[in-house]
């Protein structure tokens, strides 16, 4: 930790301060500069690539370019330096910049993944794997929903398909205000892969019944009309309905372990996210069960 | 017929189904009995009836494993809605 201060304090030009993020990633910002440990036993060898791929001229404008290159070790975390700017406001959601978003993940996705460093494959499949990994050992009929959600999909770190450059984990606090306006950040999960992931979390929200929904026809509106062809140009839902039933299942699995961790009883929201994974089953079954003869 | 203000000459014309007889001299326009009543009826059946609001827009569909979405309640404020939205 004193490290991590003593680093943002030599590239920053003010006092450092710890900003509040997951518990696994320590941000540390000193004025126009922030320091990310990022979480503890993550390989070297992954950042260092996206961390190539980010620095590149070709994704100016659309994410974050690093103060530097370099990776730091600082008591045995992964350390890198970055521009601060400032979030999406949690307190304000209806003015989320979502056509914004959109109109950059459209300009990430148009970028060849041949013309920047190579990164490793994307985050986003084995994300859901590990997150579902927690609720092993929880025997609520809750936790059994997620799981046979789960079990109902394809095997997600093998599935064929168009692959391109993608964020790996988007969402609303993966988008900062800098002079220039609203840009991407994190690259923990920078890589190639399928890039309808890129919209699979507003996928499930609405999906989930927890997005309004002409918010996420705005979304996907912008992102269409921005160039984005994850989602091709018919049904978007061909491309989206893999993505999105993964996600609900990582959704729903890190709900069920911050509920348990907390003690409590699961909220409406939480609930929500457990129906569509029973929804997912019943969805799943129907369409892959054979009729008998 | 002859306009019973200038004795110009009257032409009669139908909108809508009333008839209006107008003078083609000095423009003026003669209403027969009943036809100021049909106008007004139809002035207020005009501001009675706005047009229903339109549909929220579903242009992009739906998934078939996706919620019923019955409108207006999106839980925007619930403090785990708000949290997801943000944080992976």
């Known amino acids: 930790m004193a490290g991590i201060r003593d680093l943002a304090a030599r590239y920053g030009t003010a006092p450092a301060e710890v900003v509040p993020t997951r518990p696994d990633v320590l941000i540390v910002r000193a004025g126009d500069v922030v320091v990310k440990a990022h979480a503890p036993g993550a390989p070297r060898e992954p950042l260092e690539r996206r961390m190539r791929t980010v620095a590149h001229p070709a994704l100016r404008g659309i994410m974050l370019e690093p103060l530097t290159e370099e990776v730091v070790t600082i008591g045995g975390r992964l350390v890198t330096v970055w521009p601060a700017g400032t979030p999406v406001d949690p307190a304000d959601p209806d003015a989320a910049p979502w056509e914004e978003a959109a109109r950059l993940l459209a300009r990430l996705h148009a970028v060849p993944a041949g013309r920047v460093p190579p990164p490793p494959a994307a985050g986003g499949p084995g994300k859901v794997v590990a997150m579902a990994a927690r609720l092993r050992g929880n025997p609520s009929a809750a936790a059994r929903a997620v799981r046979g959600a789960l079990a109902c999909l394809p095997d997600l770190e093998d599935v064929p398909g168009p692959a391109g450059l993608t964020h790996g984990d988007w969402h609303m606090g993966q988008l900062v205000r800098t002079g220039d306006g609203w840009i991407l950040i994190d690259v923990d999960d920078l890589g190639v892969g399928d890039q309808a992931w890129d919209l699979a979390r507003p996928a499930a929200w609405f999906a989930a019944g927890l997005l309004d929904p002409a918010v996420w026809h705005r979304f996907l509106d912008a992102y269409r009309a921005a160039g984005g062809s994850a989602t091709g140009v018919g049904d978007p839902w061909e491309r989206l309905n893999l993505p999105a039933q993964a996600t609900t299942v990582q959704l729903a699995a890190a709900a069920l372990s911050t509920a348990e961790r907390e003690g409590r009883a699961l909220d409406e929201v939480e609930e929500a996210l457990v129906e569509t994974c029973q929804r997912i089953v019943q969805f799943r079954t129907a369409c892959h069960s054979v009729p008998t003869q | ?88």
Request: aromatic share 10%; with cysteine.
């Open chain 2, 1 to 88: 017929m002859q306009c019973p203000k200038c004795r110009g000459n009257m032409r009669t014309y139908e909108r809508n189904g009333v008839h209006i007889d107008q003078c083609d001299s000095c423009r003026g326009i003669f209403l027969d009995y009943g036809e100021l009543e049909t106008l007004t009826r139809f002035e207020n059946q005009y501001h009675a009836a706005p047009p229903p609001p339109p549909p929220p827009p579903m242009h992009h569909g739906a998934p078939g494993w996706g919620a019923p979405h019955h409108g207006g309640h999106y839980g925007h404020h619930r403090r785990s809605w708000v949290g997801m939205l943000f944080s992976s």
